[in-house]
């Protein structure tokens, strides 16, 4: 399975029809064993760029929140990075990121997820992956929010993004709330 996903060139058309006319680069990031699932959106340019996941501002952003370092996050025996769309899909013709194709998400993501054999935490970032972890949801502050009603170790977190600077100073209570206990939880996840 990871080798096809891995060769995966269903977007193709797709992709060389988007502003940045770019070929499918799969970013796959994970490992049976990981204790902590990223169910993100897709890859942004500079991750498909260097084939390593989060591998930008946005990453920085995301260890800072889970409390870890790069080496802990890299570590595909801790950390499995299963996004939406597992390439970058592209930006309009204004700039703008254009949404992770669902075909991606139908084809791959349940034989992904079900690889995984020990996930003791899960976080779900931005609206496309609360909508599929947390479907009862309609907003993504909504999801954030309602954090002490999910399952046992799952935990809905914004984008990262710097475009999200905003809606965590509009919200606080992210930082005061919720942060303390994602990072108890992952560290908990890693130390068992």
């Not at 959106?41 to 498909?48: E, L, S």
Request: with cysteine.
């Amino acid at each position: 399975m990871r080798d096809d996903l891995t060769a995966c060139t269903l977007c193709k058309d797709r992709f060389e029809a988007t502003h940045t006319q770019h070929a499918p680069r799969p970013i796959v990031w994970f490992n049976p064993e990981a204790r902590v699932l990223i169910a993100g959106q897709a890859p942004g340019m500079r991750v498909h760029q260097s084939g390593i996941p989060f591998d930008d501002p946005s990453g920085d952003r995301l260890r800072e929140w889970l409390g870890v370092g790069r080496a802990q996050f890299y570590d595909r025996k801790m950390f499995a990075v299963i996004p939406m769309g597992f390439c970058f899909p592209g930006y309009n013709a204004k700039g703008s990121d254009l949404p992770p194709p669902a075909i991606c998400a139908k084809t791959w993501r349940a034989d992904a997820l079900a690889m995984l054999d020990d996930v003791r935490v899960s976080v779900l970032i931005g609206g496309y992956a609360m909508k599929y972890h947390l479907p009862e949801f309609t907003t993504v502050t909504a999801a954030v929010q309602s954090w002490r009603d999910h399952p046992k170790g799952v935990f809905a977190v914004p984008h990262p993004s710097w475009r999200n600077t905003g809606w965590l100073k509009k919200n606080p209570w992210f930082v005061a709330d919720v942060l303390p206990r994602l990072r108890a939880g992952v560290a908990g996840a890693m130390d068992d």
